[in-house]
């Protein structure tokens, strides 16, 4: 299955780098990536990062935007100047650097989230938050669809 799927958290070692977990890292080999690229999220204290081929689905929208209009402006800024690509090691690691501590606050410990056709980085707490509001809002959501069909 070529999916992010799950979750891990993985330790920084002492040279600052974290292993890229087995799972995901067999679907970036299986594409023959030896980088990835990242991009710090708008909405999350977390990074999107998948193979290249992430940056060139963004890039394709980007395209379909009026280059004259701010947005477009914009969008080439977000996607060019505040994402960067990281190099795999021969082991799978990647060197954590500041540009994900910064907005993720990552300190000694990654966990790595599955989002389907990319991963996500966070810092685990910030990560079990977040999850946990995750199941809280679609919960409630299901409670609300349940009253909705119980009252027609």
């Not at 977990?21 to 067999?26: K, L």
């Not at 799978?92 to 989002?115: K, L, N, P, W």
């Not at 810092?123 to 669809?145: G, I, N, S, Y």
Request: net charge negative; no cysteine.
């Amino acid at each position: 299955m070529n999916r992010f799927l799950g979750h891990v958290t993985n330790r920084i070692d002492v040279k600052g780098r974290v292993s890229v977990p087995a799972h995901f890292r067999s679907i970036i080999q299986a594409a023959g990536h030896t980088e990835l690229y990242a991009l710090r999220s708008l909405h999350l204290p977390a990074l999107d990062a998948g193979g290249p081929e992430l940056l060139t689905r963004f890039d394709n929208h980007l395209d379909s935007e009026d280059p004259f209009a701010e947005t477009a402006d914009d969008m080439s800024f977000y996607l060019h100047a505040d994402g960067g690509f990281l190099k795999l090691d021969g082991d799978g690691r990647i060197t954590v650097t500041d540009f994900m501590r910064e907005h993720t606050g990552i300190s000694s410990d990654v966990t790595f989230a599955g989002a389907n056709t990319h991963f996500q980085m966070w810092h685990p707490d910030r990560f079990e938050a977040h999850r946990a509001k995750v199941r809280q809002r679609l919960a409630e959501k299901r409670r609300q669809e349940n009253l909705t069909a119980g009252k027609s």
